[in-house]
């Protein structure tokens, strides 16, 4: 058994939308870990690891599908200011596994990314700023903003065309 | 408290990240607020959605054979060294592994880490510098963050007070240390109050000083890790560090650096030792 596989393997599965590149990021996180290890410092392992995942699946996204990184940035001043969404489609929906994992997939990279660390790994924000390299302040307004996009997007009405 | 403000503090709240004062301000909003009421709501469902929700992708059977696999094919067969096992299981605390998964693990790393070591050895010395320049400047992004949060969530002071003998001992039983306070008014540098804070991994004292519409947050705390003063500017605020006595001080505003510095000297020329 390795340490902290399941959540490595999550992250780049959902930072890559793919299984079998995610698979192939994994090992390459984890190789790079085991050089990296006397690096370490600290007792978070968890995060530490997760931090190499990361920057393994960023430098790969750089590689491979750069318009991805780009696009996010694009895509948040497009970020429409109503967040009015409507309660009963979202309780329906988000409970919906086949609607949330759409929509999570849709979300921009960066925003997908902070969503999956806080929701689904549980890292605090601070976790999160050291990961990601920003301030708290700035995981704060992000996570905000993230779960307004993806709130939209579950009750965004359904003939609305996937992209 | 306005609503655009709120709805961000609404995320920090289920997100537990909220300092006691904010969230009982918040949970009074709630109570008045509907729309604010309604997006905490949502928030809720949404949340509980997604945790509840099944996305969480579960790695697959195979993939710890593979990268097992991998990394033992990266060991090439080294001699284990038992001197580098204990240093990776005290560098890396076995309770959050299960204790047989935690052997296996550091088992399986421990020769390559012998090896690399060996290798690597400039790399190595070179880190805990890369690592201490990044801790800095993390320390220092921490810094600005607290200081535009007490802004923000209209959380400035828990002892809003002019008086330095009125802050002073209110930081009595609250921190294990006692942090010089002394008003600058007369200097143009009015005390506001002060205020508990978390930085670097421990509670800290924060002093909030003003200049015209200016607030300076000064944060105090023990700190041995080495002298000398440094700026940094970020975002449009001024910061200034320096050690002095034993604690580590930052002032951060928004003031212009000249002032800002002004008030840097006054501190230090009040404050015993040479900073």
Redesign the interface.
Known sequence: ???H??A???LA??LTRN?AD??DL??DA??RA??A?????G?N??AWLLRIVRNTCYTWLQENREHELTAAFDEETHVTED?S?D?ET??L?????QF??EA?ERLPLEFREV?VL???EGL???EI??LAGI???TV??R??RA?ER??QL?TAPVKEPLT | MNCQEN??LI??YV?G?LDLLSTVKLEAHLRDCTPCA??H???Q????????????????NH??E???L??QE?DNGEAYSSASVQE?SR???SQ??PKR??W??SWA?AG??AA??MA?LVV?RL?PGV?RRSQNE?LA??V??SH??SL?ANHLTDVPSSDQHTVKPWFNGKLDFSPPVKDLAAEGFPLVGGRLDYLDDRPVAALVYQRRKHFINLFIWPSDSGSGQKTVMRQGYNLFQWTQSGMSYWAVSDLNSTELQDFVHLVQSHTPGTP
């Open positions: 058994m390795l340490p596989l399941a490595a393997n999550n599965r959902w299984g995610a698979e994994v090992q984890y190789l085991l050089k290890f006397d690096g370490f410092r007792d392992g968890r967040s969404s309660p979202l309780l929906r988000s409970a919906d596994k949330l994992n999570l969503i806080r929701e689904l605090s924000y601070k700023a050291e301030p708290v302040g704060m307004s996570l905000a779960r993806l709130q579950l | 709805e961000m995320h920090a997100d990240e309604q997006a709501r949502n928030l469902t949404l949340r509980s959605g997604i945790s509840s929700g099944d996305v969480y992708f579960k790695a697959p993939l710890a593979r990268v097992r991998a990394l990266a990776m560098r890396m605390p959050q592994l998964m935690w296996q693990f790393w390559v880490a690399v070591a690597g190595w880190d690592s993390l992004q921490e600005l963050s535009v949060r923000m």
